[in-house]
């Protein structure tokens, strides 16, 4: 993991674990894997001991990809999903195959290509309600502008922060406090 970690080498370290209640109370094959690696990896997490809710199941999704995409880059190297298993572990049912959930980083170098371009237009135009979030940035006019002529539209909103350097009439300042009441 060290050796992937400095040459910049993707690796999926995946371990099993027991969830957390069961952690440093005298029980087998229980230590603290949380983030075990954390000097020597690109990503960590661990997974829920169960899939008992929708929202569990999107944040496993979620994680998962997040750690594929921290180890291919754009620094490649070693990330690490730790996953806790309960008893029994033997005599389990196999569940159907569902469709994975996969969430698709476009290219940090400020550039889209034109596939890209195409494919958030087609979801742009098919999409009921936008919101645009800006975080913190460099001030830059041309975009400042675009957001003022999107925020026109009666189905776009555009919320930003203070450090986002972006200003309209129609922008919805302290995203902070608009975001927490809902």
């Not at 995946?14 to 029980?27: F, L, S, Y």
């Not at 829920?48 to 490649?76: H, L, Y």
């Not at 698709?104 to 087609?122: H, M, P």
Request: net charge negative; glycine share 4%.
């Amino acid at each position: 993991i060290a050796e992937a970690y400095s040459q910049n080498i993707p690796l999926v370290v995946i371990t099993p674990d027991r969830p957390k209640e069961w952690v440093d109370q005298a029980d087998g094959q229980t230590i603290n894997q949380s983030e075990v690696f954390k000097n020597y990896i690109k990503y960590s997490c661990d997974l829920p001991a169960e899939i008992s809710a929708v929202d569990d199941d999107w944040f496993t999704a979620r994680v998962v990809n997040e750690a594929f995409m921290a180890a291919k880059g754009p620094m490649a190297g070693p990330v690490h999903i730790n996953v806790p298993l309960r008893e029994p572990l033997y005599g389990r049912t196999v569940h159907a195959t569902k469709k994975a959930n996969t969430f698709v980083r476009y290219s940090n170098d400020g550039r889209l290509d034109d596939t890209q371009i195409s494919e958030l237009a087609q979801r742009w135009n098919s999409t009921e309600r936008i919101m645009v979030l800006c975080g913190m940035m460099t001030p830059n006019d041309r975009l400042n502008d675009v957001l003022k002529r999107l925020s026109e539209h009666s189905n776009v909103v555009v919320l930003t922060e203070s450090m986002s350097n972006s200003y309209g009439p129609s922008f919805i300042r302290c995203v902070d406090r608009i975001v927490s009441s809902i």
